[in-house]
């Protein structure tokens, strides 16, 4: 059997029972994170006047909201919530989101299915893993946005599986999903492009555009993984990557969870920066003449010290560590548009250099590394260095953490109250015999 059908044979007929609990404990935290960041992204102007541009009825939440859509309508909108703030956990072997580009769509088709807890935790569990090893089985070209590429495979495995599909049926709805990616340019999130934030709706939404598709009848080539993403997209795919340690490496297992509202390539440096903070009080941008930021390639492209909206300012490392001296945090209240055009932040983005030290690149991709070092006006040089994020799979943040950032994000439109109440189901799901209570709790939950 060749790679895509040992995955696809693994993503059919892993029973939901076989699933280890902790990575059914892993995937429901991947939940409330994915939904957090969604009922924060909500709240933003822009993405509220997309929403009431797609009309519709429907059985599928729009989260942060009590409106209802059709599945596919409602993943490309919660999609794109999720992913506006930044705050939406992410993989770093397959250098990506899979939670977001797999959340909405299986929530959405889950609205019209009678389907358990544990049932759905599976399928976002396999949808995530097999989307986040055709990221690690390839190298995209460097002109493009790893978001809504091999996304769509996440959300039309997800989708498949609740459909309870067969291995032949799987294999199809993930052939010809990789055909439904989008050609994203990756000049999007450097220029502050905001057709970026609705990459990972647009994969959810041809994630349940592809269950449709599959019990149509309609198929995909006879690999359309190797073809597209070894010939496509990039030239090349490692097939036995793409189906090694089935069912024992679980990509859920090694998330990262974001407490930085920016891009990720900038938490190191964030990081950094927070341990100097820690060991000197008083630090800020009044006592700073200039800061150099040495980290690895892909850092070092998020150079640009004047942003020219909130989106640019979250790809900008300069505007992320000025902004963090300014204002004392790097939530999102510090990636705003009143600090992309802050004279304090601005003449501080300027004196911050960031250049690569190529060992570590070479540390990449275990390894996230940085080193900050700030010259003091009295003269004084501060340096502090780390290698890998907070927040990885080898420093993760504790689940209070996690529950804290939702509570927080969530707080953007909900009642606390409710927001607390629908964590517990979420954590609860594994034994819940079916979606009914979260999704009315989730629908009443909105101010």
């Known amino acids: 059997m060749d790679s895509l059908g040992q995955v696809a044979e693994f993503a059919a007929l892993t029973p939901t029972s076989s699933i280890f609990p902790e990575i059914n404990a892993r995937t429901s935290l991947i939940l409330a994170d994915c939904i957090g960041a969604i009922v924060g992204g909500a709240a933003e102007p822009d993405v509220a006047a997309l929403a009431s541009r797609q009309a519709g009825d429907g059985p599928a939440l729009i989260i942060g909201t009590s409106q209802k859509r059709p599945p596919g309508t409602a993943a490309l909108l919660n999609g794109t919530a999720g992913t506006t703030l930044e705050m939406d956990e992410g993989n770093q072997f397959c250098k990506g989101h899979p939670g977001m580009h797999t959340v909405p769509a299986a929530l959405g088709v889950a609205s019209q299915l009678q389907i358990s807890g544990a049932d759905l935790l599976a399928a976002i569990a396999v949808g995530y893993d097999v989307g986040a090893r055709v990221g690690i089985s390839t190298q995209l070209r460097p002109s493009m946005h790893p978001h809504g590429t091999w996304g769509s495979i996440c959300a039309a495995t997800a989708v498949a599986r609740l459909q309870g599909v067969s291995p032949n049926q799987m294999r199809h709805a993930i052939s010809l999903s990789a055909s439904l990616g989008l050609s994203t340019s990756r000049r999007t999130m450097l220029e502050g492009g905001t057709v970026r934030n609705v990459f990972a709706g647009v994969s959810g939404q041809m994630g349940v555009l592809a269950g449709d598709m599959i019990a149509a009848g309609f198929t995909g080539d006879h690999d359309g993984v190797a073809q597209v993403f070894g010939r496509v997209v990039s030239d090349s795919f490692d097939a036995g990557a793409f189906s090694d340690s089935l069912g024992t490496r679980w990509e859920v297992s090694r998330n990262y969870f974001k407490m930085h509202s920016c891009c990720r390539y900038n938490h190191a440096a964030l990081d950094a920066l927070a341990q100097l903070r820690m060991r000197m ?41 000025a902004s963090a ?46 080193k900050i070092t700030l010259t003091l006006k009295s003269g004084e040089v501060l340096e502090s260095a780390t290698e890998t994020n907070r927040g990885d799979w080898s420093d993760p943040y504790s689940e209070a953490d996690v529950r804290n950032k939702y509570l927080s994000l969530t707080a953007r439109l909900w009642h606390k109250d409710a927001a607390v109440r629908v964590w517990n189901k979420i954590m609860a799901l594994g034994s819940a015999s079916s979606l009914d209570d979260v999704f009315t709790e989730m629908a009443q939950a909105p101010r």
Do not use: C, W
Request: proline fraction near 8%; aromatic fraction near 4%; charge should be negative.
């Open 325 to 370: 001296l300014v204002n004392g945090s790097t939530g999102v209240d510090s990636f705003t548009m009143p600090n992309i055009v802050n004279p304090r932040i601005i003449a501080l983005a300027q004196r911050v250099k960031v250049v690569e030290d190529a060992t570590m690149t070479a540390l990449l991709p275990h390894k996230r590394p940085a």
């Open 281 to 321: 009080a008083g630090l800020d941008d009044n006592i700073v003449e200039s800061v150099v930021v040495e980290t690895y390639s892909l850092a070092v492209e998020l150079d640009d010290p004047s942003p020219k909206n909130v989106l640019a300012g979250k790809f900008s490392v300069p505007f992320a560590v």
